[in-house]
């Protein structure tokens, strides 16, 4: 397995995998959201922003050439309830799920902390929807904790 940072090549490799983590969390979280065509489309319109984005860097997990996983992390400026002047975020994490639990997702946060520890960055959040167990676990094995409830309701 190889870890690197992604490039505008690996665009259409991403974009299949965002979709799929799209259509994990939909399934996941038992909502009906827009038709998969409009969420593509603005999945592929935020990828490419992110890829051309400095405040973004995404790193990708490779088996044997193909793309199996990544995670994708942001950097803020100084907020206001903070007393360190950087942010780090782990926006996305993924990986498919036949190459789970074979420690490809610690292999990319571990390569975010790299990154983040390099940038002076101090503080590093996350959001992870509360039914998906594995990955709650994942993060707290890493030492997170949970400082936020974040809750939705569907109207009808």
Excluded: C
């Amino acid at each position: 397995m190889e870890i690197r940072k992604a490039n505008q090549k690996d665009f259409k490799e991403l974009l299949e995998l965002d979709m799929q983590n799209m259509r994990h969390h939909m399934k996941l979280n038992k909502l009906n959201w827009e038709p998969i065509k409009k969420i593509r489309n603005a999945v592929s319109k935020e990828l490419k922003k992110d890829l051309n984005n400095p405040k973004t860097i995404i790193f990708t997990a490779n088996v044997d050439g193909k793309i199996v996983g990544y995670i994708s992390n942001s950097f803020q400026g100084k907020t206001p309830y903070t007393k360190t002047k950087k942010k780090g975020t782990i926006d996305d994490l993924f990986v498919l799920e036949e190459y789970r639990k074979k420690g490809i997702g610690k292999n990319l946060i571990n390569e975010a902390f790299i990154l983040f520890k390099s940038r002076g960055i101090k503080i590093v959040s996350i959001s992870v929807s509360s039914n998906n167990l594995p990955t709650l676990e994942l993060y707290k094995n890493f030492g997170f904790k949970e400082n936020v409830k974040k809750m939705h309701l569907k109207l009808k």
